[in-house]
């Protein structure tokens, strides 16, 4: 009855992806691999023809329990520069019948013969269900699940830092904000202690960083300036409305007092810091414009790219999804 | 019609027995250990060589799901799938549909379960009339029927003011009253113990302050009402740290903990398996090392099975959208008998699932004593053999423990020196 660990579950036996579920447990080389295709796919998407066959005859399904725009954009760009078929559908889940019309769900799209599904839903967890209980070789891609994992994002980041970076020794990296909440957050800190970053600080008041943290690698601080002095990386994370009726903030101006990314704040950063934000952008609540217009944002070349991380994952999932029926084949014919 | 169970290993914690011997059983009860009484030379021979002869468990803590959820369970499903398990007297919630707040549905149940014969059920009034929290029931008229205490179950009580009214006028009426401490401001919306798993694979937290505020609140007004209490499913280590200040302060309660919450950690919980899903959650490797200290001490006096059989879709969900609970009162012996290896010796163990939740309650059940009605289990400690979705009795299909193999079996099981189970 033990369910199997989803860091074991992604990968075939030649480790290989072939679900991407969570950043957690995936090695430096994988993660590389990643950044280094997608490296290959940017600079194609320089060129008149963007499009390369990769999941010709292939059916992409993004399945979104959550609304999305932008997520759900560039996985629609993605999957079809690579020449595949992408379904969109948006489904709305009643909190009582959660369970089941997910299960159903899943049926009905498993029976139209799709390839992959990229799944984004409100509950921690989710994509790891939906890979237990599909039928086998489908690729699952997971575009957010609760606040557990939002690995795609991670890994935009990961190439944005990287292609301003160059690498990721001797770096820090500054995240802030509302990390109790944030699946972002959590994908960045596995990536980045994964990729060997000298250090991760987590930025914002008790009430949004909690103290665990600190036992997953990270260094906690409840003071802005602390937080960014002499970093190189500002990751800056988007700060929802409701917290305010939690208990969680007094006010959007309170924590842009506190925590609110402006010119002065930067300063304690590294003069040649870049800043980052997942997106979309509260203006004045978590960040100014000045930040978010300035020399220093790098928001813009998230989104770029953004399209070639997607693009990277979805073929090597498909290609591990191959490799394993391929494998299970000539294991069959071996007997 | 007499009975005797020969050459077994008796082994009774509520008087210091472990021995081999004979035990007589005469019109439903004990009559003899050892040297058999006059007449028994026509008395029906059970041989239990190699066997152990225990007494019927207690087990405080069945959800039997009758009246109201037949998909889940039945009296009949459950209470076979207790006898199954070697218990032979349970405590069933009053969260039935409709609820146990009213005289009619408390002899339903006890009517249903006597139909059944399995084992001994008591059922537990609601405290407030359908566990609203405001309006008392008629916590004389429902132990009147049969009722074994009173709980308001895991609902919550509408005011601080109201609970201290329902203690008062419990104890007015020296009835027991069961708490299930929880703090709902701070549990509600969470699905696992607040600490690093949760916050790493991004599930809502339950912190331990919602069971230990509720838990100091309960304490102060039972000290204050003087109302008879236990505590149901305690799961910190701060909570059994509280309760033995207080009765070394002399106040009289009693606690009980939940075979998972004992066996079991948060560190599971990167599965995100909706099985490991329930309330209390299962907590830190603190937690439970306290939980089996506060055993091992007396502080906890009874561990029981929590079993709430769900249908199987309950549990085919994302982690947080599953029903929480598991259906554990078949493995319960095997199980508690594991904590052998966390330094537990076999009296302690078999004492907190026999005589010391029978002594929660003021129940005379738990023992193999001469006098006492002959519930007994009849149990081989070293047979090998795995639970499975085919062989399970209960109803519920959720147990991380169904397909597992266990080493110690209940061959039979006896209710008033009735065999009411038997295995093979």
Same mark, same amino acid.
């Given at each position: 009855?033990?369910?199997?660990?989803?860091?074991?579950?992604?990968?075939?036996?030649?480790?290989?992806?072939?679900?991407?579920?969570?950043?957690?447990g995936?090695?430096?080389?994988i !993660?590389?691999?990643? !950044?280094?295709?997608?490296d290959?796919?940017?600079?194609?998407?320089?060129?008149?023809?963007?499009?390369?066959?990769?999941?010709?005859?292939?059916?992409?399904?993004n399945?979104?329990?959550?609304?999305?725009?932008?997520?759900?954009?560039?996985?629609?760009?993605?999957?079809?520069?690579?020449?595949?078929?992408?379904?969109?559908?948006?489904?709305?889940?009643?909190?009582?019948?959660?369970?089941?019309?997910?299960?159903?769900?899943?049926?009905?799209?498993?029976?139209?013969?799709?390839?992959?599904?990229?799944?984004?839903h409100?509950d921690s967890?989710?994509?790891?269900?939906?890979?237990?209980?599909?039928?086998?070789?489908?690729?699952?891609?997971?575009?957010g699940?609760?606040?557990h994992?939002?690995?795609?994002?991670?890994?935009?980041?990961?190439?944005?830092?990287?292609?301003?970076?160059?690498?990721?020794?001797?770096?820090?990296?500054?995240?802030?904000?509302?990390?109790?909440?944030?699946?972002?957050?959590?994908?960045? !800190?596995?990536?980045?202690?994964?990729?060997?970053?000298?250090?991760?600080?987590?930025?914002?008041?008790?009430?949004?960083?909690?103290?665990?943290?600190s036992?997953?690698?990270a260094t906690?601080c409840?003071? !802005?300036?602390?937080?960014?002095?002499?970093?190189?990386?500002?990751?800056m994370?988007?700060?929802?409305?409701?917290?305010?009726?939690g208990?969680?903030?007094?006010?959007?101006?309170?924590?842009?007092?506190?925590?609110?990314?402006?010119?002065?704040?930067?300063?304690?950063?590294?003069?040649?810091?870049?800043?980052?934000?997942?997106?979309?952008?509260?203006?004045?609540?978590?960040?100014?414009?000045?930040?978010?217009?300035?020399?220093?944002?790098?928001?813009?070349?998230?989104?770029?790219?953004?399209?070639?991380?997607?693009?990277?994952?979805?073929?090597m999932?498909?290609?591990?999804?191959?490799?394993?029926?391929?494998?299970?084949?000539?294991?069959?014919?071996?007997? | 019609?007499?009975?005797?169970?020969?050459?077994?290993?008796?082994?009774?914690p509520?008087?210091?027995?472990?021995?081999?011997?004979?035990?007589?059983?005469?019109?439903?009860?004990?009559?003899?250990?050892?040297?058999?009484?006059?007449?028994?030379?026509?008395?029906?021979?059970?041989?239990?060589?190699?066997?152990?002869v225990?007494?019927?468990?207690?087990?405080?803590?069945?959800?039997?799901?009758?009246?109201?959820f037949s998909?889940?369970?039945?009296?009949?499903?459950?209470?076979?799938?207790?006898v199954?398990?070697?218990?032979?007297?349970?405590?069933?919630?009053?969260d039935?549909?409709p609820?146990?707040?009213?005289?009619?549905v408390?002899?339903?149940?006890?009517?249903?379960?006597d139909?059944?014969?399995?084992a001994?059920?008591?059922?537990?009034?609601?405290?407030?009339?359908?566990l609203?929290?405001?309006?008392?029931?008629?916590?004389?008229?429902?132990?009147?029927?049969?009722?074994?205490?009173?709980?308001?179950?895991?609902?919550?009580?509408?005011?601080?003011?109201?609970?201290?009214r329902?203690?008062?006028?419990?104890?007015?009426?020296?009835?027991?009253?069961?708490?299930?401490?929880?703090?709902?401001?701070?549990?509600e919306?969470?699905c696992?113990?607040?600490?690093?798993?949760?916050?790493?694979?991004?599930?809502?937290?339950?912190?331990?302050?919602?069971?230990?505020?509720?838990?100091?609140?309960?304490?102060?007004?039972?000290?204050?009402?003087?109302?008879?209490a236990?505590?149901?499913?305690?799961?910190?280590?701060?909570?059994?740290?509280?309760?033995?200040?207080?009765r070394?302060?002399?106040?009289?309660?009693?606690?009980?903990?939940?075979i998972?919450?004992?066996?079991?950690?948060?560190?599971?919980?990167?599965?995100?398996?909706?099985?490991?899903?329930?309330?209390?959650?299962?907590?830190?490797?603190?937690?439970?090392?306290?939980?089996?200290e506060?055993?091992?001490?007396?502080?906890?006096?009874?561990?029981?099975?929590?079993?709430?059989?769900?249908?199987?879709?309950?549990?085919?969900?994302p982690?947080?959208?599953?029903?929480?609970g598991?259906?554990?009162?078949?493995?319960l012996?095997?199980?508690?008998?594991?904590?052998?290896?966390?330094?537990l010796?076999?009296?302690?163990?078999?004492?907190?699932?026999?005589?010391?939740?029978?002594?929660?309650?003021?129940?005379?059940?738990g023992?193999?004593?001469?006098?006492?009605?002959?519930d007994?289990?009849?149990?081989?400690?070293?047979?090998?053999?795995?639970?499975?979705?085919?062989?399970?009795?209960?109803?519920?299909?959720?147990?991380?423990?169904?397909?597992?193999?266990?080493?110690?079996?209940?061959?039979?099981?006896?209710?008033?020196?009735?065999?009411?189970?038997?295995?093979?």
């Amino acid at each position: 009855m033990m369910r199997s660990d989803p860091r074991a579950l992604q990968l075939n036996e030649r480790g290989q992806l072939k679900h991407f579920l969570t950043l957690d447990g995936l090695d430096k080389t994988i !993660l590389t691999e990643i !950044l280094d295709r997608a490296d290959s796919f940017l600079s194609m998407g320089e060129q008149s023809v963007k499009k390369v066959p990769l999941l010709r005859g292939k059916t992409v399904v993004n399945l979104f329990f959550e609304n999305s725009t932008r997520t759900r954009t560039t996985f629609e760009l993605a999957a079809k520069r690579l020449s595949a078929d992408v379904i969109n559908l948006n489904i709305e889940t009643s909190a009582t019948s959660k369970g089941e019309s997910l299960l159903d769900t899943l049926k009905n799209l498993e029976a139209m013969q799709s390839d992959m599904f990229v799944v984004r839903h409100s509950d921690s967890g989710a994509a790891h269900f939906i890979a237990e209980h599909c039928t086998p070789n489908v690729a699952i891609i997971n575009a957010g699940d609760g606040r557990h994992a939002h690995p795609t994002q991670a890994m935009l980041d990961m190439l944005t830092i990287r292609r301003h970076k160059g690498q990721f020794d001797g770096l820090k990296v500054a995240i802030v904000g509302d990390i109790l909440h944030s699946r972002v957050a959590r994908s960045q !800190l596995h990536a980045l202690t994964t990729l060997g970053v000298d250090e991760v600080r987590l930025v914002g008041p008790k009430t949004l960083v909690p103290s665990y943290f600190s036992e997953m690698g990270a260094t906690i601080c409840h003071d !802005l300036e602390a937080g960014l002095r002499d970093v190189d990386v500002v990751v800056m994370l988007r700060l929802q409305k409701e917290r305010m009726a939690g208990g969680l903030l007094p006010s959007e101006s309170e924590f842009y007092r506190l925590y609110g990314l402006t010119e002065e704040a930067l300063s304690w950063a590294k003069s040649d810091a870049i800043v980052m934000h997942p997106g979309p952008i509260n203006r004045g609540v978590e960040i100014s414009s000045e930040v978010a217009d300035g020399e220093h944002s790098v928001i813009l070349n998230q989104v770029t790219n953004g399209i070639a991380v997607r693009m990277a994952v979805l073929s090597m999932a498909m290609s591990g999804q191959l490799q394993t029926i391929e494998d299970s084949n000539s294991a069959g014919e071996n007997v | 019609m007499k009975l005797r169970i020969r050459n077994g290993r008796l082994m009774d914690p509520s008087q210091g027995l472990d021995t081999q011997a004979d035990l007589f059983i005469d019109n439903q009860k004990i009559v003899a250990i050892g040297e058999a009484p006059a007449d028994f030379d026509d008395a029906q021979e059970v041989d239990a060589s190699g066997l152990w002869v225990l007494p019927g468990l207690v087990d405080l803590a069945v959800s039997l799901r009758e009246p109201g959820f037949s998909q889940k369970g039945s009296i009949a499903s459950e209470g076979r799938a207790a006898v199954s398990g070697g218990v032979t007297t349970l405590i069933c919630p009053p969260d039935t549909k409709p609820i146990v707040d009213t005289p009619s549905v408390a002899a339903l149940i006890q009517d249903k379960a006597d139909e059944a014969g399995m084992a001994n059920v008591f059922p537990l009034g609601a405290l407030t009339q359908g566990l609203d929290g405001a309006h008392l029931s008629n916590m004389v008229s429902l132990t009147d029927a049969g009722c074994i205490a009173l709980s308001n179950h895991r609902h919550p009580m509408a005011s601080s003011k109201i609970l201290t009214r329902a203690l008062e006028y419990a104890a007015s009426n020296d009835l027991l009253v069961v708490f299930h401490s929880d703090e709902v401001s701070l549990s509600e919306g969470g699905c696992a113990h607040e600490g690093l798993m949760s916050t790493a694979h991004g599930l809502a937290g339950i912190p331990e302050t919602a069971e230990t505020i509720a838990l100091m609140r309960d304490l102060l007004l039972i000290e204050k009402t003087g109302v008879r209490a236990h505590f149901a499913r305690i799961s910190c280590a701060k909570s059994v740290e509280m309760i033995a200040n207080a009765r070394a302060a002399g106040l009289d309660v009693t606690a009980d903990v939940a075979i998972h919450n004992v066996l079991l950690t948060d560190s599971v919980l990167n599965q995100f398996d909706g099985h490991y899903h329930v309330i209390p959650p299962l907590r830190s490797e603190a937690d439970r090392l306290a939980l089996i200290e506060g055993i091992k001490n007396g502080v906890i006096s009874a561990i029981c099975s929590d079993h709430q059989p769900h249908e199987k879709m309950a549990k085919v969900a994302p982690f947080a959208a599953t029903a929480p609970g598991m259906a554990n009162v078949e493995v319960l012996l095997p199980l508690a008998l594991q904590l052998v290896e966390q330094g537990l010796d076999h009296a302690t163990i078999l004492s907190r699932i026999t005589a010391g939740p029978a002594s929660c309650f003021g129940l005379e059940a738990g023992s193999l004593a001469v006098g006492s009605f002959a519930d007994f289990v009849l149990y081989k400690e070293d047979e090998q053999w795995q639970w499975t979705p085919e062989n399970r009795k209960t109803k519920g299909h959720n147990s991380p423990y169904i397909g597992e193999s266990f080493t110690g079996k209940v061959l039979a099981t006896y209710v008033s020196g009735q065999c009411v189970f038997a295995n093979r």
